[in-house]
C-alpha cells in the first residue's frame, strides 16, 4: 500500500473567488449610496432683511488691521480699531440695544483666522446677530 503524502499548502483559490464576488457587489451597490448632500444658499438667492437698527461693519484689512464703519446717520468715517476697542464699542452699543447687528467685512486675502477671531470676541460678549457681508454674485 502506498503512503499518502500530507500537503502542508493552503489552497487559496476559494479565497480569492470569495473576494472578487465581494469586490462586485461593492461595485454594484456603491452608486446607489447616496451620500447626504447639504445645499447652501448662494448670495443671489439670499434677500436682504428690513434692519431697524444700522449696523456696525467691521473691517478687516488685507494687514490685519481693523477698522469700524457705523451705518448710523451722522456717523463718523471709517476708524481704525484695535480688537479691545471693538469690543468695548459693541459692548456699549449691545447695553443700548440688544439687537445690535454686527457686519463683518474682510478683504478676500485676509487669512480666515482673522475674521474667525473676531467671530470668537463677538461670541463671547454674546452678540446675536452677526453676519459676513459679501459680494453679490454677477450674472
Given at each position: 500500500?502506498?503512503?499518502?503524502?500530507?500537503?502542508?499548502?493552503?489552497?487559496?483559490?476559494?479565497?480569492?473567488?470569495?473576494?472578487?464576488?465581494?469586490?462586485?457587489?461593492?461595485?454594484?451597490?456603491?452608486?446607489?449610496?447616496?451620500?447626504?448632500?447639504?445645499?447652501?444658499?448662494?448670495?443671489?438667492?439670499?434677500?436682504?432683511?428690513?434692519?431697524?437698527?444700522?449696523?456696525?461693519?467691521?473691517?478687516?484689512?488685507?494687514?490685519?488691521?481693523?477698522?469700524?464703519?457705523?451705518?448710523?446717520?451722522?456717523?463718523?468715517?471709517?476708524?481704525?480699531?484695535?480688537?479691545?476697542?471693538?469690543?468695548?464699542?459693541?459692548?456699549?452699543?449691545?447695553?443700548?440695544?440688544?439687537?445690535?447687528?454686527?457686519?463683518?467685512?474682510?478683504?478676500?486675502?485676509?487669512?480666515?483666522?482673522?475674521?474667525?477671531?473676531?467671530?470668537?470676541?463677538?461670541?463671547?460678549?454674546?452678540?446675536?446677530?452677526?453676519?459676513?457681508?459679501?459680494?453679490?454674485a454677477e450674472q
Open positions: 500500500m502506498r503512503q499518502r503524502k500530507l500537503v502542508n499548502q493552503i489552497n487559496i483559490v476559494p479565497y480569492v473567488d470569495v473576494m472578487l464576488v465581494l469586490l462586485v457587489i461593492f461595485m454594484v451597490t456603491a452608486p446607489l449610496v447616496n451620500p447626504g448632500l447639504v445645499e447652501l444658499p448662494s448670495v443671489a438667492k439670499s434677500a436682504p432683511l428690513p434692519q431697524r437698527v444700522a449696523p456696525l461693519e467691521v473691517l478687516i484689512r488685507r494687514d490685519g488691521a481693523m477698522l469700524l464703519r457705523e451705518r448710523a446717520p451722522g456717523a463718523r468715517e471709517d476708524r481704525p480699531v484695535t480688537m479691545p476697542e471693538l469690543l468695548a464699542i459693541v459692548k456699549e452699543r449691545q447695553a443700548a440695544d440688544p439687537d445690535q447687528p454686527v457686519v463683518i467685512s474682510a478683504d478676500k486675502d485676509v487669512r480666515y483666522e482673522e475674521v474667525m477671531r473676531v467671530m470668537d470676541g463677538l461670541q463671547k460678549l454674546d452678540v446675536r446677530r452677526v453676519g459676513l457681508m459679501v459680494r453679490p
